[in-house]
C-alpha cells in the first residue's frame, strides 16, 4: 500500500482529503502540532505524528517512507512555530522550504500545493506575494510539484464560507468592502477531486492550476444565494469600507485569532476579483462543477 503525507489535515480540506485517500486505499500519515486535538478530528485510520512545517527536523521525520505530500497549510491560521519579526507569509515561504528539504533528503519527488486564486507578484496582498513565492520555489525546485489555485471553498470550517453563510442568517449582511468584487467558488468534493486525480497524472507536473465552478458571482451575490438555500429572505447589506476598518485591524486580528498583519492585508485585496482560466486543469481532468447553490446545500447536509 501507498504511503502519503498530509500537511494541514486537521484544517477543511486537508480533513476532506484524508478521508477520501483512506477510502481510495492509501495510508495516510498527517503531520499534527496536537496529536490529541487531530485525533479528534481525524479517522482513527490515519497515522498521526507531531510535525510542524516551521520545524524541519519534524518535517523531515514525517516526510520518510512516504511516496508524496500533499500540502493544504493555511497560513492564515496562527503559526506557533513563526520566528520572532516573521510574518505569516514568511512562514509558508519557510514551510515549504522545509518540505523541499524533507522530500530531496528522502527521494520524495511528488509535491501537491494548495493556493488560491489571484495569487500574482504584483498584488497589493502581502500573502499573496508570498504565495507567488512559494509557488516559483516550488516550480523550480526539481521536483514533480502540482500547484491547485482554488477560490472560495465551499465547505463548513473556510473562514470565507462560514462567513457567507454567517450573513446569509442575519437580517442585515455585514459585508467587508463594496460587495461587488467577483469570485470563483469550488465545492470541497471537486477540490479533493483534483488533488486525488492530480497525485498519478504526470501531465500536471510542474504546472500551477486555477480551479473552480463555472460560475462567478459578488460577494453580494453569494450571501443571497446562501440565503435562499437556507430558506431565508436575501439580506439587507451593510459594506464595511476598508479604510474605515484598517485603524482596528490589529484589534480584529487578537479578537479573531488571525497571525499579526492578517487582517490588515485582507483589506488590501478585498475588492479584487478572483476569477480564473480553468480550462486547463479539465482537459486533463475532466469534471462538471459543482453550482454554487447545489454546493451550500452539500456543505449544509454534511454538517447536520
Known amino acids: 500500500m501507498r504511503t502519503v503525507l498530509v500537511l494541514g489535515g486537521t ?40 510535525g510542524d512545517i516551521a520545524d524541519r527536523a519534524s518535517i523531515e521525520e514525517a516526510v520518510r517512507g512516504c511516496e508524496a505530500v500533499f500540502n493544504c497549510v493555511h497560513t492564515l491560521s496562527p503559526q506557533k512555530g513563526a520566528a520572532p519579526g516573521e510574518t505569516f507569509a514568511d512562514t509558508e515561504v519557510r514551510g ?5 528539504a524533507a522530500c530531496r533528503l528522502h527521494g520524495v519527488r511528488r509535491v501537491l500545493y494548495v493556493t488560491f486564486l489571484g495569487i500574482t507578484p504584483d498584488t497589493r496582498s502581502i500573502w499573496a506575494r508570498g504565495r507567488w513565492k512559494a509557488e516559483q520555489m516550488l516550480l523550480g525546485s526539481g521536483l514533480d510539484v502540482t500547484i491547485l489555485r482554488p477560490g472560495q ?13 454567517a450573513n446569509a442568517r442575519r ?8 460587495g461587488r468584487n467577483r469570485m470563483q467558488n469550488i ?11 492530480s497525485l498519478d497524472e504526470p501531465r500536471t507536473f510542474g504546472r500551477a492550476f486555477d480551479v473552480g465552478g463555472d ?23 451593510l459594506h464595511l469600507l476598508p479604510w474605515l476598518l484598517a485603524p482596528f485591524a490589529g484589534l480584529f486580528e487578537r479578537l479573531a485569532g488571525l497571525p499579526r498583519g492578517a487582517f490588515a492585508d485582507l483589506l488590501l485585496g478585498v475588492d479584487a476579483d ?8 479539465r482537459a486533463i481532468i475532466p469534471l462538471t462543477p459543482m453550482p454554487y447553490a447545489q454546493a451550500v446545500e452539500r456543505a449544509l447536509a454534511a454538517d447536520a
Do not use: W
Open 11 to 50: 484544517g477543511l480540506t486537508g480533513r476532506r482529503l484524508v478521508n477520501v485517500l483512506l477510502q481510495e486505499g492509501f495510508l495516510v500519515r498527517c503531520a499534527v502540532r496536537n496529536l490529541d486535538a487531530a485525533r479528534a478530528r481525524l479517522p482513527a485510520a490515519a497515522e498521526l505524528v507531531r
Open 96 to 100: 515549504l522550504e522545509n518540505v523541499v
Open 153 to 165: 471553498i465551499v465547505g463548513r470550517g473556510g473562514f470565507g464560507f462560514d462567513t457567507t453563510l
Open 171 to 178: 437580517r442585515v449582511a455585514l459585508i467587508l468592502g463594496s
Open 187 to 197: 465545492a470541497l468534493d471537486d477540490l479533493v477531486h483534483y488533488l486525488v486525480r
Open 215 to 237: 460560475e462567478a458571482f459578488t460577494t453580494d451575490e453569494m450571501v443571497d444565494v446562501a440565503a435562499r438555500v437556507l430558506g431565508r429572505r436575501p439580506p439587507r447589506k
Open 274 to 281: 478572483l476569477v480564473g482560466d480553468v480550462g486547463p486543469i
